[in-house]
């Protein structure tokens, strides 16, 4: 009925169709999100229009339908949103990289700069994603009918190459309906639990009902959307074990808004226990977001590796969802990365300070995480390094301290913080190397992990206080550790003379191999002998490991 118009796609278009085909996204997939967001577009534009009290002609419920049929090899597309009139389909369909949704946004902007707006709702800016249908489909015919009243309904077919046709059609209802006759290679679109995996993996909080095949599919509220105080702790656990895919509950909560330098919800959680104690090597868990619509699942991109143990969601408005994992742009990703990181740290020192026996506990857990992110993020491992935490000379056994601890109560004129690598606690109280400083009353932080020696040499120094190991010769030269108590016992007692030709005797039979100095030293009390400077445990084990 009616005239068939034929048009040629522009020039422009069809250049552009090829690439945005065959090579913008790295998945064929994400057309089922692409063209969800637009649906989920249009219907935020009718409801934007509906409270501005515009008369409409269309009354149906605010929801998205989609059908698939594999005996037809097809994949349908229905909302009820605002439709588009034939100048419409022609501006939007036809032109490649013209977004209406970016005109409607101008014109929202321009209209009302008010609060509670849809401007931060529209996902589509960018003009592209509809053609992604072009990676799947043979043929698509888009069936649409414009809510303004008075509309007639249009269908539009291409079959991605060079034209479309466009023409009045009957019976289309208000809205926009899309039918996608699937090429052969890609039959899985038409399979109804492959669709429901897709739409769940990216589509899941997107902000109306979707049904696939009559049954509703996104279940899940947005949670990191909502104000903070609107969250109750049981819809943190719900969420936490949707996106953790977990059973147990979170131990630790962020959420997250923030307008500057970056727009950006979050809700980041730390499980209970982390799964590197049996030996397996965690995956990133925090799934990247722009406005609810899934852009990267567990992006590697968002954090650096030391905080793979998190899990939740990023959702940030300044990413662009057009956009392929290869292609995502560097810049505001690493921008994100850096705000996101500075948070998550500041976050875990704020738990310390507020629940401090929660995360000492925490920290025996993941402390390994914090460890290696003082090795490895040398951007940030200053302000990692006031997650640490160790037992010292003055803390009882399983007590833990801060470096800050530490540094807040040096003694007056010490110009270090001083550590001892042992195994174990007792091995520490009892070295050798130790008896100066608790003779000094100068604190002595306990290091029992091997990792402990790199994070040291990582680290250099805190708070202005240069990090010593106490087997340092270095230790000699600091006046707070006079010599210890001369033995009022003076019988038998070596003469400095006798003491400095003993040392020149040792230093001979040792041997250059053995040992490259051998001094007199008056700091020891009951040992006779101590060796300084020496290859730590650590590092011997190293260099054997090296030689083969
Ligand atoms: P973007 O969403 O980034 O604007 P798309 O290529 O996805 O780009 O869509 C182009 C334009 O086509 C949209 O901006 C919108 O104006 C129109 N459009 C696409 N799908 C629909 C739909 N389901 N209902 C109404 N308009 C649509
Ligand atoms: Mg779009």
Redo the contacts with the bound molecule.
């Keep these: 009925k009616g005239h068939v118009q034929t048009h040629e796609f522009k020039t422009e278009t069809k250049k552009l169709l090829n690439i945005v085909a065959n090579s913008l996204y790295s998945e064929k997939e994400i057309f089922v999100r692409?063209l969800v967001?637009?649906?989920a577009?249009?219907l935020e534009k009718l409801r934007h229009l509906q409270s501005g009290g515009t008369a409409l002609s269309t009354d149906h419920p605010l929801e998205i339908h989609i059908s698939v049929d594999q005996a037809k090899n097809q994949f349908i597309i229905q909302?009820f949103?605002?439709?588009?009139t034939e100048e419409?389909v022609n501006e939007?369909?036809g032109t490649i990289a013209r977004?209406?949704?970016?005109s409607f946004l101008e014109k929202l902007e321009k209209e009302e700069a008010g609060a509670g707006s849809s401007k931060d709702k529209i996902?589509?800016?960018?003009?592209?994603?509809?053609?992604s249908t072009f990676m799947v489909g043979n043929k698509i015919k888009v069936y649409?009918k414009s809510a303004t009243p008075g509309s007639k309904g249009y269908c539009w077919t291409t079959d991605g190459h060079g034209s479309y046709t466009l023409a009045e059609a009957d019976g289309v209802s208000v809205g926009?309906k899309i039918v996608i006759e699937l090429k052969d290679e890609c039959k899985s679109y038409a399979n109804k639990i492959e669709v429901d995996s897709i739409i769940k993996k990216y589509s899941n909080f997107v902000g109306f009902p979707i049904y696939l095949n009559g049954q509703k599919v996104n279940t899940v509220d947005a949670l990191w959307t909502k104000d903070k105080s609107a969250v109750t702790p049981e819809q943190h656990k719900e969420f936490y074990r949707f996106v953790a895919n977990a059973f147990d509950d979170p131990q630790f909560t962020l959420h997250y808004k923030t307008d500057a330098p970056l727009n950006i919800s979050a809700i980041l959680y730390i499980p209970e226990r982390h799964m590197e104690i049996l030996g397996q090597h965690i995956e990133p868990g925090v799934n990247l977001y722009s406005r609810k619509v899934l852009i990267q699942p567990k992006s590697r991109g968002l954090f650096p590796e030391w905080l793979r143990f998190l899990k939740g969601v990023v959702d940030s408005e300044d990413i662009p969802l057009?956009v392929s994992r290869e292609l995502m742009q560097d810049n505001i990703l690493s921008k994100l990365k850096h705000v996101m990181t500075r948070r998550v740290i500041k976050w875990l020192e704020d738990e310390s300070k507020k629940n401090t026996a929660q995360f000492n506990e925490f920290f025996l857990d993941y402390g390994q995480f914090i460890k290696e992110g003082v090795c490895t993020d040398s951007m940030n491992k200053k302000e990692i390094a006031k997650l640490l935490r160790y037992e010292s000379s003055a803390t009882k056994s399983g007590e833990l301290i801060g470096l800050k601890d530490y540094a807040d109560r040096v003694k007056e004129g010490q110009k270090r913080i001083y550590y001892i690598l042992a195994p174990k606690r007792k091995f520490a109280e009892e070295s050798p190397y130790n008896e100066v400083f608790r003779q000094n009353g100068v604190e002595v932080l306990y290091l029992y992990d091997t990792v402990d020696e790199f994070v040291v040499n990582h680290l250099r120094e805190f708070q202005g206080l240069q990090l010593v190991s106490v087997d340092s010769a270095e230790t000699a030269n600091d006046p707070l550790l006079k010599k210890g108590e001369p033995a009022t016992d003076t019988a038998g007692k070596l003469t400095d003379q006798q003491a400095k030709d003993l040392a020149a005797w040792m230093e001979l039979t040792l041997g250059r191999d053995l040992v490259s100095k051998v001094d007199v030293s008056r700091r020891l009390v009951s040992y006779p002998a101590i060796v300084t400077d020496h290859e730590s445990p650590a590092m011997r084990k190293m260099m054997a490991m090296m030689q083969g």
């Design positions: 692409e967001s637009n649906a577009d249009a909302d949103g605002v439709g588009m419409e939007n369909l977004s209406g949704s970016k996902i589509g800016q960018f003009g592209v994603g509809f053609y649409t926009t057009n």
